[in-house]
């Protein structure tokens, strides 16, 4: 199973995300590998201190060279908590040059060990940009979460490119919406799922300590599963585990006139609290 997850605006906390959903992927789903390909730069490796050149950069170079595919293992590394990871390396061009390098091999053994070995890919693809050289995870995807925050600006950006999300294809996607601080969790939640159906997931919660844990900024011995980041993404891991989502019922999405910009009412903006 191959699960894309990106951003359209800022950062939202889509690294975050995916780090919790491989810590609670469920224990007899496989164990994940969180696939950094975001094309502005890694940030694992500087989070957590790891070996520079060995994950997506050794993957592209292993790809590259062809031959017999070697396991891999050979790239991934290890976080402290034990989260099994290939890393991006740090800076945009760097990151986008390996990116586009794993055209030559690097895509398909990924996909291959996904395949062979029931492994769940978990794959941050940073921001969605037009053009992105992550575009191939999200070819190669079943389940797309687009990871936002209740804000004018990304609701905006969300609206404008709903069709373009649209036309990727991807098998299911989801908007999952993470809570801003100093709200409520469900802030302006109701008036996104208004539009967007079951296809919002979440309020993530707003969890600093959790996310400290995830970012390397912060030690617990007993990990992120009893946080509230932690219970909604147990949650949420089990819902996408226990099968490839199916596309949810038509959410009744306005569909754009034809000639139109393609663009999608989503919640009007306001500022203040709701
Ligand atoms: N649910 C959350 N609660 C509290 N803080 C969070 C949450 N999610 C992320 N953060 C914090 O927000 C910051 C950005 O998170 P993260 O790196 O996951 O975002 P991103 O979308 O991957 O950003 P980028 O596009 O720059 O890669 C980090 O400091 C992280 O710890
Ligand atoms: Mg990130």
Redesign the pocket.
Known sequence: MIIALG?LK?????????LALADRWPADGGEPLVVEA?P?GG?LGARFGLAAGRGLVSLAAAGRRGGQPRPLDEHVQQLPGGLQVLPAPAGAEHARQVLGELGGGGWSLLWAAAQADGRPMIV?C??LDPLTPAAPALRAADVLLL?VRPRDDELAHLAARIHVVQGWQVPAWYVVV??E?GRTPDYRVRDITRVLGPRVLGP?????A???V??G?RQSRSGIGRTR?GRTVTQMAGALAASVPAEPAPPGLPVAPPGGDGRVALPPTRTGAR
């Open positions: 951003s800022g950062s939202p906390g889509t690294t975050t995300l995916a975001d502005a940030d941050d940073g921001r990871v993470v809570a601080p993530l919660p707003y969890d600093t959790a996310a400290g995830l970012a900024r980041l």
